[in-house]
């Protein structure tokens, strides 16, 4: 069992920053999933990937709709992974999930093996 706890969401206006993070944690002493991913679901939207990495390295990916703007980074002693968020929009508005799954890594919601409970982003315009 996994458990993923975010935090760091938030309401802003446009133009502003926002840091989201996310923890796991498993009851088995060892963690393999070390793909991690953030996901978004937006009002009347379906779920979509915006950001992943690696806990263990390798390069980040992005959605194209947030390149340039958000920045993932990781922590693999703390299997923990960040999403730096700047220049957000109102469309950015969203519950963001924290994600995790065994490699391969894909930003593809219906891959991810564990969730968290989400957190608010709100952009104001």
């Known amino acids: 069992q996994v458990q993923l706890v975010e935090s760091g969401g938030g309401s802003v206006q446009a133009g502003g920053s926002l840091r989201l993070s996310c923890a796991a944690s498993?009851?088995?002493?060892?963690?393999?999933?070390?793909?991690m991913t953030w996901l978004r679901q937006a009002p009347g939207k379906e779920r979509e990937g915006v950001a992943g990495a690696r806990t263990t390295g390798g390069y980040p990916y992005y959605a194209d709709s947030v390149k340039g703007r958000f920045t993932i980074s990781r922590d693999a002693a703390k299997n923990a992974v960040y999403l730096q968020m700047d220049n957000l929009k109102p469309e950015d508005t969203a519950i963001y999930y924290c994600a995790a799954k065994s490699p391969p890594c894909t930003l593809v919601p219906g891959t991810q093996q564990y969730w968290g409970q989400g957190t608010q982003v709100t952009v104001s315009s």
């Open positions: 498993s009851r088995y002493g060892y963690y393999t999933y070390t793909c």
